[in-house]
T-cell receptor, first 114, second 111 residues
Framework: DTAVSQTPKYLVTQMGNDKSIKCEQNLGHDTMYWYKQDSKKFLKIMFSYNNKELIINETVPNRFSPKSPDKAHLNLHINSLELGDSAVYFC?????FGGGQPQHFGDGTRLSIL | RKEVEQDPGPFNVPEGATVAFNCTYSNSASQSFFWYRQDCRKEPKLLMSVYSSGNEDGRFTAQLNRASQYISLLIRDSKLSDSATYLCVVNIWGSQGNLIFGKGTKLSVKP
C-alpha cells in the first residue's frame, strides 16, 4: 500500500506549457506539503495545507498554484513553465502541523523543461 | 549563515566502519530534530527523530546538544546498504510544521 503517491513520476514538457502534479495520501493525515529539490539537491518547502487550508506559502512564483480538494489530496498546478522549474517535486504529509511530526514523502515527480 | 549546515562529504568508508555525521543549526527556536535518509533518485525517508536525551535505534545513535545547537548521527558496523545521503532536519517553534532540511551528507560504504 502506497502511503503518499504522486503522479506522474516523470514529466517532460516544453517551456511555456501548463502542467499539474497530483498527490494523494492514505494515511489519514491532516497536513500535506509540496517541496522542490533542485539540481544542487537542496530540499525546500513550497506550500503546506492543513485540512484543505493553506498554512505555509513560501516565496514561490504565483505561477505555482496548489489545490486541496480534500485533506487526502494536494495537487500542484504550474503555469507558463520555465527552464528553472526543472527539479524533483516531492509531496509529503504529516499527522498535523505540530512541530514534532515527522513527514512521509511521496517518491517524487521529476520535471524536465525543454 | 545557512539555517542547517552539514558536511556534504562524501564519506567513503569500508564495511564495518563506524562513521559520524555532524549538523549545526542556526535558529535557537528550533524545537524538533530529525535525521532523514535519501537514496539516489528516491524520496527522503525518516531515519529517526532526535531527542534531547539522545536516542539509539540498532546501529544508529542520534544526539542533540541544544547549547551548542549541534546534532550528530553515529552509524556503527556500516553496511553496504547504509550508502545514501543523510539529511539533518529541524523544525522551528511556531513555523507550523515547516521542516528545514540540510543539504545532506553523502555516505558511500565500500566492500
Amino acid at each position: 500500500d502506497t502511503a503518499v503517491s504522486q503522479t506522474p513520476k516523470y514529466l517532460v514538457t516544453q517551456m511555456g506549457n501548463d502542467k499539474s502534479i497530483k498527490c494523494e495520501q492514505n494515511l489519514g493525515h491532516d497536513t500535506m506539503y509540496w517541496y522542490k529539490q533542485d539540481s544542487k539537491k537542496f530540499l525546500k518547502i513550497m506550500f503546506s495545507y492543513n485540512n484543505k487550508e493553506l498554512i505555509i506559502n513560501e516565496t514561490v512564483p504565483n505561477r505555482f498554484s496548489p489545490k486541496s480538494p480534500d485533506k487526502a489530496h494536494l495537487n500542484l498546478h504550474i503555469n507558463s513553465l520555465e527552464l528553472g522549474d526543472s527539479a524533483v517535486y516531492f509531496c509529503a504529509s504529516s499527522q498535523d502541523f505540530g512541530g514534532g511530526q515527522p513527514q512521509h514523502f511521496g517518491d517524487g515527480t521529476r520535471l524536465s523543461i525543454l | 549563515r545557512k539555517e542547517v549546515e552539514q558536511d556534504p562529504g562524501p564519506f567513503n568508508v569500508p564495511e564495518g566502519a563506524t562513521v559520524a555525521f555532524n549538523c549545526t543549526y542556526s535558529n535557537s527556536a528550533s524545537q524538533s530534530f530529525f535525521w532523514y535518509r535519501q537514496d539516489c533518485r528516491k524520496e527522503p525517508k525518516l531515519l529517526m527523530s532526535v531527542y534531547s536525551s539522545g536516542n539509539e535505534d540498532g546501529r544508529f545513535t542520534a544526539q542533540l546538544n541544544r547549547a551548542s545547537q549541534y546534532i550528530s548521527l553515529l552509524i556503527r558496523d556500516s553496511k553496504l546498504s547504509d550508502s545514501a545521503t543523510y539529511l539533518c532536519v529541524v523544525n522551528i517553534w511556531g513555523s507550523q510544521g515547516n521542516l528545514i532540511f540540510g543539504k545532506g551528507t553523502k555516505l558511500s560504504v565500500k566492500p
